[in-house]
């Protein structure tokens, strides 16, 4: 069993998500924001993985400003090593914090290291220690890679894709999945379009895993 796995990014037109050096681009306007920060209070907990943490800082809590007596989720990080930095803000007394990791334990007040598989976190080791911890809803926010390994290995059941109606460019701008991608027509992730609908600015686009007839 696992939890019930939802992805959710913004883009910009041309797919990126953050700027050629990797710093963090404003690309949802206000009402996303809004729809974001209900997704999570949503949710039982919001995994991102360490370039996000390392890159962006997130606090990865629901803000008041967008929802009225908002239950904070568990905030997971797959750091394979150890590589959080001590005044991080996941590390913040707001809400919980589980960090995965292959190189060590230990639990400290609202913060806890678990070993989750060799050489680099085993996704469907952790879904399955998460599902046994009662997260029966999971949000995860990125980066690229992460996304990626969601994807890849078939774990997501639905991806909300905003996007921004601007162009940031760059051949080292991340996207929305990263990794090593596909390299032949049959390794391509299918999805299927379930909606499509104006947010402010921009548009949200919901899909869900799609097996195309052969």
């Known amino acids: 069993m696992k939890p019930f796995v939802i992805v959710n990014c913004a883009m910009s037109i041309d797919g990126k998500i ?21 997704l999570r209070d949503e949710c039982d907990a919001v995994l991102v993985g360490i370039g996000t943490v390392l890159s962006d800082n997130p606090k990865l809590t629901v803000k008041e400003k967008y929802v009225q007596n ?43 290291v678990i070993k989750c598989g060799e050489g680099k976190v085993d996704l469907k080791k952790l879904l399955d220690i998460l599902y046994q911890r009662d997260v029966k809803k999971l949000l995860v926010e990125g980066g690229e890679t ?6 890849k290995q078939n774990l997501v059941d639905e991806l909300y894709v905003f996007i921004a109606p601007f162009v940031i460019g760059g051949r080292t701008s991340p996207t929305m999945a990263g990794g090593e991608g596909a390299f032949s027509q049959e390794s391509i992730i299918h999805m299927k379009l379930e909606d499509a609908q104006r947010v402010g600015d921009g548009i949200l686009l919901k899909f869900v895993p799609h097996s195309p007839k052969t």
């Open 70 to 112: 908002p239950s904070n989720p568990l905030r997971v990080v797959l750091d394979s090593n150890f590589r959080t930095p001590r005044d991080a803000e996941v590390f913040s007394r707001d809400a919980p914090t589980l960090i995965a990791t292959t190189c060590r334990e230990f639990k400290q007040g609202n913060i806890e």
């Open 18 to 38: 953050a700027f050629p050096d990797r710093k963090q681009a404003k690309i949802s306007n206000d009402e996303d924001m809004a729809r974001v920060h209900k």
């Open 146 to 151: 992460v996304i990626w390994e969601f994807l």
